[in-house]
Antibody, heavy 122, light 109 residues
Framework: EVQLVQSGPEVKKPGDSLKISCKASGYSFTNNWIGWVRQMPGKGLEWMGYIYPGDSEARYSPSFAGQISISADTSINTVYLQWRSLKASDTATYYC???????????????WGQGTLVTVSS | QSVLTQPPSVSGTPGQRITISCSGSGSNIGDNTVHWYQHHPGTAPKLLIYNNDQRPSGIPDRFSGSKSGTSASLAISGLQSEDEADYYCAAWDDGLNAHVFGTGTKVTV
């Protein structure tokens, strides 16, 4: 069974750094892109970026480029989403999801992780 | 601010058929395939439809998708209480160079 399991909830202060994780199992980790999606409280889904663990190539949404960093550790089949300096507006639930589909632009996300709630408050 | 527009809410009674629209443009739906996700708050979103009208294994045939021009639709027939959730369309946008999601539709049964 393909499964993505994310790290637990986090409570941080503005200016703190943070790295959350997404552990994959049940498929070839290095051969599939994994993305991150943000859902702010009461809002919809926003694609942030994804990474190809096979060569660590990361692509970012223009809306998030420079604000986040996505990395992968193939030794433990885990992808990370990292912030150097959190803001209150980063408060959201973050989902990881495997990108599926052969065509560069016609692909979808399946399955999804359970979500990680990040709360940033002073 | 999403470039794919959905109605904020759709409601129906058990057994009824409802449709959810998703309106985009030539740079997203017009040129690329559309996918649909079901999201029960507090749980992982689930893929319902991919490539406009394809159902993953395990998704009941009560769910169907279609696309025409720069718009797409998700239909749910034989509405059930467990269908009460948020639904999102999604596609790649060539202009934004990004995956984009719809504004989301809350379905109430």
């Amino acid at each position: 069974e393909v499964q993505l399991v994310q790290s637990g909830p986090e409570v941080k202060k503005p200016g703190d750094s943070l790295k959350i994780s997404c552990k994959a199992s049940g498929y070839s980790f290095t051969n599939n892109w994994i993305g991150w999606v943000r859902q702010m409280p009461g809002k919809g889904l926003e694609w942030m970026g994804y990474i190809y663990p096979g060569d660590s190539e990361a692509r970012y949404s223009p809306s998030f480029a420079g604000q986040i960093s996505i990395s992968a550790d193939t030794s433990i089949n885990t992808v990370y989403l990292q912030w150097r300096s959190l803001k209150a507006s980063d408060t959201a639930t973050y989902y990881c999801a495997r990108r599926v589909g052969a065509a560069r632009h016609n692909n979808w996300f399946d399955p999804w992780g359970q979500g990680t709630l990040v709360t940033v408050s002073s | 601010q999403s470039v794919l527009t959905q109605p904020p809410s759709v409601s129906g009674t058990p057994g009824q058929r409802i449709t959810i629209s998703c309106s985009g443009s030539g740079s997203n739906i017009g040129d690329n395939t559309v996918h649909w996700y079901q999201h029960h708050p507090g749980t992982a979103p689930k893929l319902l439809i991919y490539n406009n009208d394809q159902r993953p294994s395990g998704i009941p045939d009560r769910f169907s998708g279609s696309k025409s021009g720069t718009s797409a639709s998700l239909a749910i027939s034989g509405l059930q209480s467990e269908d009460e959730a948020d639904y999102y369309c999604a596609a790649w946008d060539d202009g934004l160079n990004a995956h984009v999601f719809g504004t989301g539709t809350k379905v109430t049964v």
